[in-house]
């Protein structure tokens, strides 16, 4: 008989533990289980959209925000772009061949377009180069001619070439080839008076 009564009393907590845990308080739910909530699709969608985001296109937007922040359009500030991509990156670009994260910003002329022997990898996701001539505009380069890092040892790198009027990006897969190319041109803001 007492035997009787712990089991019962033991199916009594269990099954009181799962209507709370499954949301048995009674409340009805009124939503028909064919339409969706608007937030949970939108909470879908939006982290789809982070998951689907390459290094490059993740770089990117810090170069944006970098350009916003030193007003780069307007005052040409290559040595403030170089100082707000060291401040505002928060190591979140991995190399998926090293697990390096860290940032190398770096101001070298037009030649080092070409340095396809240039290894970066270590400790590295990110190697942007800024080209700080005042003269090289990312309109007038032929990216196929970009060689910069391209080599299996620089895999997995993000690499990003800094102009006057944009910046061009690519990744470097496993074979040392460009993936993920990237031209994005800054629009020049009206001065206001």
């Not at 391209?150 to 990006?169: C, H, L, Q, R, T």
């Amino acid at each position: 008989m007492v035997r009787v009564k712990s089991i019962l009393i033991a199916v009594i907590i269990c099954a009181v533990s799962l209507l709370s845990a499954c949301g048995g308080s009674g409340e009805e739910n009124n939503q028909s289980s064919n339409v969706l909530n608007s937030n949970s699709t939108q909470n879908t969608e939006e982290s789809k959209d982070k998951k689907e985001k390459t290094n490059a296109e993740k770089f990117l937007d810090y170069a944006i925000e970098a350009a916003y922040l030193r007003n780069f359009t307007q005052t040409g500030d290559y040595a403030g772009i170089i100082s707000s991509l060291y401040d505002i990156y928060k190591d979140d670009i991995i190399n998926p061949y090293t697990g390096g994260s860290g940032i190398y910003v770096m101001n070298r002329t037009r030649s080092c377009l070409k340095h396809d022997t240039a290894v970066r990898t270590v400790g590295l996701g990110v190697d942007c180069v800024v080209i700080d001539d005042y003269m090289t505009d990312l309109k007038e380069i032929d990216t196929n001619e970009v060689t910069y890092c391209v080599n299996p040892e620089s895999k997995g790198m993000v690499i990003a070439f800094w102009f006057k009027d944009g910046v061009y990006i690519y990744e470097v897969d496993e074979n040392g080839q460009k993936i993920n190319e990237i031209k994005h041109f800054f629009k020049k803001e009206e001065k206001e008076e």
